[in-house]
Nanobody, 131 residues
Framework: QVQLVESGGGLVQAGGSLRLSCAAS????????MGWFRQAPGEERYFLAA????????HYADSVKGRFTISRDNVQNTVYLQMNGLKPEDTAVYYC????????????????????????WGQGTQVTVSS
């Protein structure tokens, strides 16, 4: 079982940056692909970025390519989302999630963009971007 706790959200002006962290419990962190999703009020939770089990392979939604960077530290059992060039449209609750690795499914596969792929979720951290 994996427990996830997000942190690092807050209020930032448009054009600014935030670094979100997601701390995972247990020794099974390396057995999971990790993803970030966000959900604005009245909207569905949707995919932002994912990172593979052992290497640096990543996959991003088109809306955040070039602005957001996902990374992970398997020693500290933490995944990060560096967010630059923030826009008011980025305002949402941001969630990290863990998906049990499936053999022969690349991180770029659309499988990891679906909420159903992920077994564990954090409680979310609010990001508010002011204009």
């Amino acid at each position: 079982q994996v427990q996830l706790v997000e942190s690092g959200g807050g209020l930032v002006q448009a054009g600014g940056s935030l670094r979100l962290s997601c701390a995972a419990s247990g020794r099974t962190f390396g057995s999971y692909a990790m993803g970030w999703f966000r959900q604005a009020p009245g909207e569905e939770r949707y995919f932002l970025a994912a990172i593979s089990r052992f290497d640096s392979s990543t996959h991003y939604a088109d809306s955040v390519k070039g602005r957001f960077t996902i990374s992970r530290d398997n020693v500290q059992n933490t995944v990060y989302l560096q967010m630059n060039g923030l826009k008011p449209e980025d305002t949402a609750v941001y969630y990290c999630a863990a998906a049990l690795i499936r053999l022969n499914v690349a991180i770029s596969n659309y499988y990891y963009t679906r909420r159903e792929a992920y077994d564990y979720w954090g409680q979310g951290t609010q990001v508010t971007v002011s204009s």
